[in-house]
């Protein structure tokens, strides 16, 4: 009789300490999961704002390779962006299909041209680097100023799908 009020108390006692345990281990996996995701978004975030312009345009020519990588996964991203653009849909009057179908043109006729500039730029010398840069520069900018109007105008299609 004593060993068994002995168990039980030892058992009162083992069970709570071990669903304690249990507990904990979850909450730090839990928390384990929660700050892999904060080191993944910070990873993000560090890689969009080193992939800007202001982060390459000082890139001399010894650093053309470190320029190109870092502008393709800028043009990358946009292209990314723009095929999400594109693929919104919803109803639009004509006037503003019209809209957007001119500034989808003029984003492409942009990004036709940034891409002849980029390829200007791999035939760049070391004495032609600077100017070459500059008309990718040019041209970069041109292509966010027609993704932006793109962007503005698919905004009616957007709300439409909300």
Do not use: H
């Not at 909450?27 to 560090?46: F, K, L, P, R, Y």
């Not at 919803?90 to 003029?106: E, L, V």
């Amino acid at each position: 009789m004593k060993t068994s009020t002995s168990l039980l108390l030892f058992a009162a006692a083992i069970i709570p300490a071990a669903l304690i345990q249990v507990g904990c281990s979850k909450n730090d996996s839990v928390a384990s999961q929660a700050e892999q995701g904060v080191n993944t978004a910070t990873s993000s975030a560090t890689a969009a704002v080193s992939d800007s312009w202001d982060s390459v345009k000082d890139f001399t020519y010894d650093r053309r390779v470190e320029f190109t990588d870092g502008f393709n996964r800028m043009t990358a991203r946009m292209d990314d962006q723009t095929r999400d653009l594109k693929a919104r849909g919803g109803k639009m009057t004509d006037a503003a299909a019209k809209d957007r179908d001119d500034a989808m043109n003029s984003l492409a006729e942009a990004r036709a041209n940034l891409k002849t500039s980029l390829s200007d730029l791999g035939n760049a010398t070391a004495d032609t680097w600077t100017d070459a840069k500059e008309k990718v520069r040019q041209s970069w900018v041109k292509v966010t100023a027609a993704f932006d109007k793109a962007t503005s105008s698919a905004a009616p299609a957007v709300a439409s799908n909300l």
